[in-house]
């Protein structure tokens, strides 16, 4: 494992984006942003592009909406797919950076709303890490297509991080390489419980659900989302233990106010693949300036030169 410290050499010079909104409960009505749905799609037409696409989810719970910029022909084979932080929407600062990236270098880009969030249809208080994950292994699965020969990288921010490094641990057939850009598994229980004060302890007994300061935003968490998310830790065990064999890119900024930067170190710890870096740099939680975004596309482009020498390798390569 290798552990790269980036600080910028001229810090006045980062340009902050404007302080963002505290993240809401869903805000989905059904009828001024339903009305921006353009198509259906399944494996009979999944090459579809363009925006607020709808995906039936397995369950039949909810509609999975989702935007996708499939690569013309003899573009690159590879698919990036992004995951946004919790209770945050598909359309923000870094899947728009991603997202003009990929249509520059010929790479397809595939990012969703999560159940309960921006334009997905669904309650914020039925959602938790089982949803998401079989929510994100179908858009994988369809939209993505591992099964077409593509390689597939999964950029995951924030638990975006935590549902990635998950798939890649469950289903390692569909994800060839993984970016983290301060991502937080194992955060319900080794932060939030934690510091949770007494009386959103008894509003989450009592509700259900509670609106909770954290850092800089508010979040609206449930408690499902905690119960369920024991199901899925990543960060108890020995080191090496956890099975995750693609290339892992972790990205943590040093000044995150949300998640320690050493999670990152100890989630490359537990990795068992030797192909896994932590870069660090003076970033906050949401790592959405200029720099951030260069240090992303670097540590996507690094993930997909390392899995094609791993496809170099493969006795069925060739």
């Known amino acids: ?3 790269l410290a980036l600080v910028p050499a001229f810090a006045g010079a980062l340009q902050r984006m404007a302080p963002r909104a505290a993240p809401a409960r869903s805000v989905s009505s059904p009828t001024a942003l339903r009305s ?3 198509s259906a799609v399944d494996r009979t037409n999944w090459e579809t592009s363009g925006r607020d696409l709808i995906l039936k989810s397995t369950d039949g719970t909810s509609d999975i909406v989702f935007d996708a910029e499939h690569a013309p022909a003899g573009g690159d084979p590879a698919a990036i797919v ?3 932080s919790l209770a945050l929407p598909k359309v923000n600062a870094m899947s728009s950076s991603l997202r003009t990236w990929c249509r520059k270098n010929k790479y397809s880009f595939v990012v969703a709303d999560y159940h309960g969030v921006g334009r997905s249809k669904g ?3 039925e959602a938790c890490l089982s949803k998401w994950l ?8 369809t939209v993505a297509s591992p099964n077409d020969h593509r390689r597939v990288v999964l950029v995951g921010a924030g638990v975006g991080g935590w549902i990635a490094v998950r798939l890649a641990q469950t289903d390692p057939e569909l994800v ?9 598994p194992d955060f319900t229980e080794d932060l939030l419980l934690k510091r949770l004060k007494p009386d959103a302890h008894r509003s989450l007994s009592a509700q259900g659900m509670e609106l909770i300061k954290w850092g800089d935003c508010s979040y609206p968490i449930s ?4 119960e369920d998310a024991r199901d899925h830790l990543l960060l108890k065990g020995p080191d090496g233990g956890l099975d995750v064999q693609c290339p892992v890119r972790l990205l943590h900024g040093l000044e995150d106010e949300e998640v320690p930067y050493t999670t990152a170190v100890r989630l490359a710890n537990r990795i068992k693949t030797e192909d896994v870096t932590v870069s660090l740099s003076k970033s906050g939680h949401y790592m959405d300036d200029i720099d951030d975004f260069k240090r992303t596309r670097l540590a996507i482009q690094d993930c997909l030169e390392s899995i094609f020498v791993l496809d170099l390798r493969s006795p ?3």
């Open 223 to 226: 408690r499902k989302l905690i």
């Open 134 to 141: 079989a929510d994100t292994k179908q858009l994988i699965e």
């Open 36 to 38: 921006a749905v353009v």
């Open 316 to 318: 069925s390569s060739g």
């Open 176 to 184: 060839g390489g993984v970016v983290g850009l301060a991502a937080d």
């Open 123 to 125: 309650n914020i208080e």
């Open 82 to 84: 992004f995951l946004p």
């Open 1 to 3: 494992m290798r552990v």
